[in-house]
């Protein structure tokens, strides 16, 4: 197939927090365009500032900036620049995600969404139990999982150190809550382990407390209710049934938190 002459024009790609949607969306726009792409290899929590000067310098040449899961924390003409998001008021069951996006825009034929694609876009909206949705088969959950912790980055030593934190979950309302502590941010290492091949959650809510972020994952109406409780934080995922909130942490988090989850869950 050619190259997309609308990619391979006026768009420069820059690149958001990596995980295994976000080196796809790498994959398919180097297959299918000659679009420029950036990417600093950035984690979760990527803003446009990352990218400050080559956005500017992008613009001044006339280029269009597609900004792809990077928060906004600079002021940039609106009319001027394309935004790939599927997180915050973005996100939901009915909403496409980023990759789903980025195929879009680089307006290719339908035939190119693969099985793969299919199951990356799922496994970003909604976990196990979207790919579920697909009839993924155990070694093909297993894969994309284990294929998602390796683009996070997830060292053995992050796997291993998750593996132990689960010998030592709290367990609040009658299981319904369950806190974890973990010694890095990488919270697939621990909530992949929580999920039976089937795909069905074991445990409905837990929250994550780890040394730089808090992390919840579970009821939709509880990542909402976060949402709005801390909006400096982030959240989405297959909402409104199941998601993720999050916010920086700076040690343990204030009790007033704890006690919140416990009134809404």
Do not use: C
């Not at 299981?175 to 039976?196: E, S």
Request: proline share 5%; hydrophobic share 40%; net charge negative.
């Amino acid at each position: 197939m050619k190259k997309s002459a609308i990619a391979s024009g006026n768009y420069n790609f820059f690149l958001g927090g990596h995980d295994l949607e976000m080196v796809t969306i790498r994959q398919l726009v180097e297959e299918y365009s000659t679009a420029t792409i950036y990417d600093k290899q950035l984690h979760w929590g990527a803003k446009t500032s990352d990218y400050e000067q080559e956005i500017n310098a992008a613009l001044n040449t006339g280029a269009v900036p597609v900004l792809i899961e990077l928060k906004l924390d600079l002021d940039l003409p609106r009319d001027k620049i394309r935004i790939i998001d599927h997180h915050g008021p973005l996100a939901g069951h009915d909403r496409p995600t980023s990759l789903e996006q980025v195929f879009a825009l680089l307006e290719l034929p339908d035939h190119l969404w693969t099985r793969h694609l299919a199951l990356v876009a799922a496994n970003d909206r909604g976990y196990i139990p979207a790919m579920q949705q697909l009839n993924a088969t155990t070694e093909e959950i297993r894969s994309i999982r284990f294929q998602d912790r390796q683009a996070q980055g997830i060292t053995a030593d992050e796997e291993q150190t998750a593996i132990e934190a689960l010998n030592k979950l709290e367990y609040l309302l009658d299981g319904r809550l369950v806190i974890a502590h973990l010694p890095h941010n990488k919270t697939a290492a621990l909530v992949d382990r929580l999920q039976p091949e089937a795909g069905d959650l074991s445990i409905p809510n837990i929250l994550i407390i780890s040394p730089d972020e808090i992390n919840f994952f579970g009821d939709g109406k509880v990542v909402h209710a976060l949402a709005e409780q801390y909006p400096q934080g982030w959240y989405g995922g297959d909402l409104p049934v199941k998601g993720f909130w999050g916010k920086t942490n700076k040690g343990e988090p204030d009790m007033s938190l704890v006690h919140f989850l416990k009134t809404i869950t």
